[in-house]
């Protein structure tokens, strides 16, 4: 599989590379096989990106990495919030691509900020550019703000995130994460020899099996993310 990284960090070091680093990382540590991981670090493409805003045409650099995006399995895509959206960098990248280029694509989504007061960039910014791309978005988006870094929370969000891309991936491309081994704690010998019998309702027939999935009482179906993987199996 292939996993693409595209971090618009303009600063070195950077805060939104290195969550871009640990989001791969995890990624790569849940995936179901080898990865080819790769980086598009969108500050040393700035030049070539505004050349092909206004020319139309992609210089060598901006070529590889569309090239990387377009054909990558799953990707990761990280922005520093300015001016309580993604950066112009991060937006002027995705424009030049073409408009089918993400179509059915999993993306993992991730921003970073100096304050938590701008986690929500994450829903009213990143999630609809890429729903509007008709990108598969993961469901579990990674906000880092400055005092998130060594605090609680962060490093579960994002094995978290890094899990449910790996699922899609692996759903996506066919491959498959053998299930973990379960132990099952042996049953007494009556137990063992006595025939499995149903469960009975109230009028003596099987009770029904419920599924996973409920129903609201609005009339709403909510099925769970491991019940919509499976679907994309078939």
Same mark, same amino acid.
Request: charged fraction near 20%; charge should be negative.
């Given at each position: 599989?292939?996993?693409v990284?595209?971090?618009a960090? #303009? @600063?070195?070091?950077s805060?939104?590379r290195?969550? +871009? !680093?640990? /989001?791969?990382?995890? $990624?790569v540590?849940?995936a &179901?096989?080898?990865?080819?991981l ?7 493409l700035?030049v ?6 206004t ?6 650099? #901006? @070529? ?7 054909s +990558? !399995?799953? /990707?990761?895509v990280v $922005?520093?919030?300015?001016? &309580?959206?993604?950066s112009?960098l991060?937006k002027?990248?995705?424009d030049?691509?073409d408009?089918?280029?993400?179509a059915?694509?999993?993306v993992?989504?991730?921003a970073?900020?100096g304050t938590g007061?701008?986690s929500l ?12 791309l008709?990108?598969?978005i ?14 609680e929370?962060?490093?579960e969000?994002?094995?978290r995130?890094a899990?449910e891309?790996?699922?899609?991936m692996?759903?996506?491309t ?6 973990p081994?379960q132990?099952?704690p ?13 469960a ?7 009770a029904?099996?419920?599924?996973a ?8 179906k ?5 019940d919509?993987?499976?679907?994309l199996r078939?």
């Amino acid at each position: 599989m292939k996993l693409v990284v595209v971090s618009a960090g #303009l @600063s070195v070091p950077s805060s939104t590379r290195l969550l +871009a !680093d640990r /989001l791969a990382a995890a $990624t790569v540590g849940r995936a &179901a096989g080898p990865v080819d991981l790769r980086v598009v670090e969108l500050r040393d493409l700035a030049v070539e990106i505004a050349h092909n805003l206004t020319n139309g045409f992609p210089g060598p650099a #901006l @070529s590889a990495a569309i090239d990387d995006v377009t054909s +990558a !399995d799953g /990707l990761i895509v990280v $922005t520093p919030v300015f001016s &309580a959206s993604y950066s112009g960098l991060f937006k002027s990248f995705f424009d030049v691509l073409d408009k089918d280029a993400l179509a059915g694509k999993p993306v993992l989504i991730a921003a970073t900020g100096g304050t938590g007061r701008h986690s929500l960039v994450l829903e009213h910014a990143l999630r609809p550019l890429f729903a509007y791309l008709r990108a598969v978005i993961v469901p579990t988006g990674v906000y880092a703000a400055s005092e998130d870094w060594g605090a609680e929370g962060l490093a579960e969000r994002i094995e978290r995130a890094a899990g449910e891309l790996a699922a899609l991936m692996s759903a996506l491309t066919g491959a498959s994460t053998p299930p973990p081994a379960q132990v099952r704690p042996s049953a007494p010998a009556s137990a063992q020899s006595s025939p499995a019998v149903p469960a009975q309702g109230s009028s003596g027939s099987a009770a029904p099996v419920r599924s996973a999935a409920s129903v609201r009482e609005d009339g709403f179906k909510v099925v769970p993310f491991e019940d919509q993987l499976a679907a994309l199996r078939v």
